[in-house]
């Protein structure tokens, strides 16, 4: 099963549940992604770590991630589309998944469904596959309304089962935007108490709300984004180490170097060494 739309303006949105290894649609730059284990599991290497998925897990991805595809047994449901179909930074106040589904650290929200969230999901994936065998001037705005439905439930799957309680909005919305702050200023801020004041609560305030859902503190949140988008350029770009230190916002290299180690156990060059010598053996 393989359903595609795309339009003039390349607006692209797909529903698939066999995507080849070296499908374009795994490495595209642009893509945000849902992928559903319906049966079996599936070996995936995201940001190169290796990542085993059961029968019933949903992880959602941004174009940031760095996606491979290892292996497959069973059914797997891939879900993608770009911010031209659908833009989740336009569309926060609908959906409410900017900064929590999707952000670019490299610790992924993997949802392990119920037996009753699993049949709500297939209903709208059975919804959204008759939409695309429409073919009509209605039908973009249709295959939109359906992934805004899919994002809004695997919203409210995750909140509930990260003990966000019906009336806890503003707690929810908080942490989420702390999230979405640290996304796009990680590189100029790096103290809690920068982030605190832009959301015009205390550090204490906001440990306590991270650390009540069970979350990584604020500060590890922001070390996490830190390292993860290091890794990236050291993985997948030629940038000498110090213009990767200056562009993520350390003050020279030897800070970029100690943070490294302290986040990784490991130096700048073996990390870099081992990982390029490991993606040329595959």
């Avoid at 069973?74 to 879900?79: A, K, N, P, S, Y």
């Avoid at 949802?111 to 709500?120: G, H, I, M, N, P």
């Avoid at 801020?189 to 305030?205: C, F, G, I, M, N």
Wanted: include cysteine.
């Amino acid at each position: 099963m393989e359903y595609a739309f795309t339009n003039r303006l390349k607006a692209q949105m797909v529903l698939t549940d066999h995507l080849d290894p070296s499908s374009k649609l795994l490495t595209a730059t642009d893509l945000y992604k849902f992928i559903w284990v319906r049966h079996g599991e599936v070996t995936l290497e995201i940001d190169q770590v290796e990542t085993q998925l059961s029968a019933g897990e949903v992880i959602s991805l941004t174009p940031l991630h760095h996606l491979q595809l290892r292996h497959v047994e069973g059914e797997v449901l891939f879900l993608l589309f770009n911010s031209v179909f659908y833009c989740i930074y336009g569309h926060d106040s609908e959906v409410s998944c900017n900064g929590f589904l999707f952000h670019g650290s490299a610790r992924l929200l993997r949802l392990q469904l119920s037996t009753t969230e699993q049949a709500r999901l297939e209903s709208l994936i059975a919804a959204m596959r008759d939409e695309f065998e429409v073919e009509d001037n209605l039908q973009e705005e249709m295959l939109r309304i359906a992934l805004k439905q899919f994002i809004i439930h695997c919203t409210r799957i995750a909140r509930h089962h990260l003990g966000f309680e019906p009336g806890d909005e503003e707690q929810f919305d908080l942490i989420r935007q702390f999230y979405i702050l640290v996304d796009d200023h990680f590189r100029e801020l790096k103290q809690v108490q920068e982030y605190a004041d832009r959301l015009h609560r205390s550090p204490k305030t906001l440990t306590h709300r991270f650390t009540a859902y069970g979350l990584p503190s604020p500060l590890k949140v922001i070390h996490q984004r830190l390292e993860a988008e290091a890794k990236r350029l050291l993985l997948y770009t030629s940038k000498p180490v110090k213009e990767i230190a200056l562009w993520l916002g350390f003050e020279d290299l030897a800070t970029f170097s100690r943070f490294f180690r302290k986040m990784t156990g490991e130096s700048i060059s073996t990390f870099r060494q081992r990982e390029k010598s490991s993606q040329g053996e595959k």
